[in-house]
């Protein structure tokens, strides 16, 4: 297909095109045609341009986007295979895109070194083209870091096409590589803040990547993730964005793209935090917040920018498999926990919380919602591997005091022992002391009940005293007599009580002339 054949598609057409080679790429080789077809059949002109880009085993618009090392050079034949450019030695093809190809290739002159060599298309080295990829060689060349594939040299061929070195890179991509190696939540999120110090490393030098996604971060053996691909990243201090002629076709990859980025809005560094949030969500729960494959371009960005994607909790236990706007990928629900080394309703429980509501903050829809940077996101990240709170969620005394006990369990144990001995002490002390107190209380109380008694006799005995009352003595008699023989019986128990009252009785008889009951 010729530069002004492209140049023809309009934004949507592109995208639909686009969109159909990515789902055919997935497929088997023998069932791709069918895809498309499947896909774009009702537009055969644009069926038929999507199959001249199949040809060239790559996706329309974003140069070398497909990790070397994810292409099959078998059977590949090119004119170049063999050939010196500068330096290198030209071993194999690795893949096409639209705008160039991939080698591999070796240095050859003072030491051997295995490299990626890209050359853009003959004929294409001109105009916005060779502006891009000009702008790629420039923006490799400000990025030294150890998680961003190099770049090593540059240079134009014999006949004037660019070319650019890069670092050659063996490696799964990440998503490939966390689910072979099953490994754990904790060891994703170290790897996954690995991409972050890279992708902040870029917005420091003014460089936003634009397009990140599992297929451009690849694994080395050694498990060191490495980012690829600045094909269509943007420097912001640089105004204008450069596009694939003047239709105004942004390149991105919808499924990791940000809702600014798929209403053309401008991009900061927030659309990288989006993209990032997208990649997270799909390495903890090993499927994408939407699925955008099948739809029109228009219903591909009406989900993104309205729906709001499941908690990955949600997400990891759903027995229907649906998540916002789309079927699960067709993922069964324990296809994460298998890949993560656990069940299902175990993955839950690790994520709902502090995970989800980190994912979350990070695809919010307003970029000025999500998290300020690529770093604090990142550290976000940190703190909940530190068992820290986090800033995605909402501070309460009660989350930080939770914090602080898982974050310090031995030490909270120790300090509970410790709280419970005491406290088994002091209620056995309370209850000695409540005890004493309930007892005593009741001796005071009988004391003074029998004091209260006491008084009372005495002052009825003494006010039948016949020299206070005047009265006669024989109705008196009889009442002492009375109350004579209950005295023993009545007052066993309260001695004193019955001293008192034996002395009113005695002086009450000696009123009435009775002096021998009085002294007995």
Sequence with gaps: MSEQETLTLTSENWQRVKQALDAALEAPAAERATVLERLLGEDPELCRRAEAYLDLEDELGDFIETPAASLSPAGARDGLLGRRIGPYKVL????????????????EDDYEKRVALKLMHQGLGRGAMVDRFRRERQILARLEHPNIARLLDGGTTEDGSPYLVMEYVEGRRIDRYCDEQRLPIRRRLEL???????????????????????????????????????????????EAITRLGDAGATPMTY???????????????????YSLGVLLYELLTGRRPYELDGKSTFEQGRIICEHAPLPPSVVVTRLDGHVAGRKANG?????????????????????????????????QKDPQRRYAS???????????LAGLPVSARRDTLAYRAG?????????????????????????????????????????VEARNEAEAVAGFLYNLLADANPYRTGQSGDLLTKLLDDA??????????????????RYALANTYAGLWDWGRARD
């Design 92 to 107: 194999e093809l690795l893949g096409r895109g639209g705008m160039g190809a991939v080698y591999l290739a070796v240095r």
């Design 192 to 238: 996954f803040r690995q991409v972050c110090a890279a992708v902040h490393f870029a917005h420091r030098n003014l460089v936003v990547h634009r397009d990140l996604k599992p297929g451009n971060i690849l694994v080395t053996p050694e498990g060191v993730p490495k980012l690829l691909d600045f094909g269509i990243a943007k420097l912001l201090d640089t």
């Design 255 to 273: 499924q990791y793209a940000s809702p600014e980025q798929v209403m053309g809005e401008p991009i900061t560094t927030a659309s990288d935090v």
């Design 331 to 363: 993922a069964a629900p324990d296809d994460a926990g298998r890949a993560h080394r656990e069940r299902a309703a175990n993955l839950h429980r690790r994520l709902k919380g502090d995970l989800d509501n980190i994912v979350l903050m990070a695809l």
């Design 374 to 384: 690529v770093q604090q996101f990142s550290e976000d990240i940190g703190r909940f």
């Design 403 to 443: 914090k602080l006990i898982r974050r310090n369990k031995a030490a909270t144990a120790v300090s509970a022992a410790l709280a419970l001995a005491l406290l088994v002490g002091f209620f056995g002390t309370s209850t000695g002391l409540l005890r004493a107190r309930r007892e005593r209380n009741a001796a």
């Design 484 to 501: 004579e023989a209950r005295i023993e019986t009545e007052y066993a128990a309260h001695p004193a009580t019955e001293a008192a009252v």
